[in-house]
């Protein structure tokens, strides 16, 4: 199985490098003139069902490995639960902003301003946690030398 997934991936990184340089050797001009946009839309279509196929066989195999180990699912259903916490207490502190903001030319309603700025709010939460958890992690290392 591992031989098959590595000659499949070289085969797409060859595939890969063959249509880059077909994409740009037709040139800017002849793909904003439409002349290559046969070769740029197959090329396309082509990325699309490969990350398709990418993202189904990483689904399949995370569920496969996570169903098969208790351990592993425990600790991914824990994390999950974590993530979840952030985002509702992110959601819960962060309040709408009185201020208009234009989102291509169209004010941004309060629902969308709470949603940004709970976004913001998580980010700064996850970034204070990863900063945490690597401070805790040299200090362990550091006093289990």
Known sequence: MKKLSTILVGIVGILSIIFLVVIIGAGDDAIKAGESSGAVNTFMYLAYAILIVTIALVLVFTLK?????????????????????????????????????????????????????????????????????????????????
């Open 65 to 145: 490995g996570l169903f098969t180990n208790s351990a592993s699912l425990k600790s991914a259903l824990i994390g999950a639960g974590a993530f979840l916490a952030v985002l509702v207490i992110s959601y819960a502190v962060s309040g709408g902003d009185t201020r208009e903001y234009l989102y291509g030319g169209v004010p941004a309603t309060d629902g969308e301003s709470h949603m940004v700025g709970a976004g913001i709010v998580a980010f700064y939460i996850l970034m204070a946690g990863t900063v945490v958890a690597m401070l805790l992690a040299g200090v362990k290392k550091l006093f289990n030398k």
